[in-house]
């Protein structure tokens, strides 16, 4: 079935420095990918959609400068934490529907910890 | 807007016991409606899906029904295991519109003790 890897599962960083999380689909061309966000106990948060070939669409409230998203490829997609803080610490998950109508396979996610 | 309801949990049950998590959904025309599990620390897995109305989807024992009457997708498993312990989400993508976006419900987390 289709598979999305996502890397790192999970990561330590410092306050200041950036991280970037990688999503790649293995055995299907990924033309969207969605980035989510889950805090604890909470549902999924839709942060953007990205694109591949172009810019990502972000949803409201969520700040383009500081989640980058590039989807250069048809297999990769990239969400870039810049400048963490410890309140971006959270588990992020990524998203694509594998070219059928319905199914929506996802990441395992990434634990993010900003200290 | 599209919107997702789901009951608020955590559902604390006994092995073997029924499980029903209720699902109410708000959308306009015939949104096709999902059922995700999500085990600690991973992402989502899909569950079971129903595409139109008076479909039931079915997948490890798990069943939901596609009520358009009561715009409901309930979860029903009937008995459970200490291993279904997770959080479920139930979630739509809409027939039209929506750029292929899932709105999902808030999640129940579902515990089964022995």
Redesign the interface.
Known sequence: GAVVS?HPSWVICKSGTSVKIECRSLDFQAT?M?WYRQFP????M?MA?SNEGSKA?YEQGVEKDKFLINHASLTLSTLTVTSAHPEDSSFY?C?A?PGN?????????T?LTVV | GNSVTQMEGPVTLSEEAFLTINCTYTATGYPSLFWYVQYPGEGLQLLLKATKADDKGSNKGFEATYRKETTSFHLEKGSVQVSDSAVYFCALRPFTGGGNKLTFGTGTQLKVEL
């Not at chain 1, 109508?101 to 996610?109: A, E, L």
């Open positions: 996502q969207t969605f106990k909470q549902s999924l839709l959609t669409t998950i998203s529907p109508d319905y199914g929506y396979t996802f990441g395992s996610g634990r």
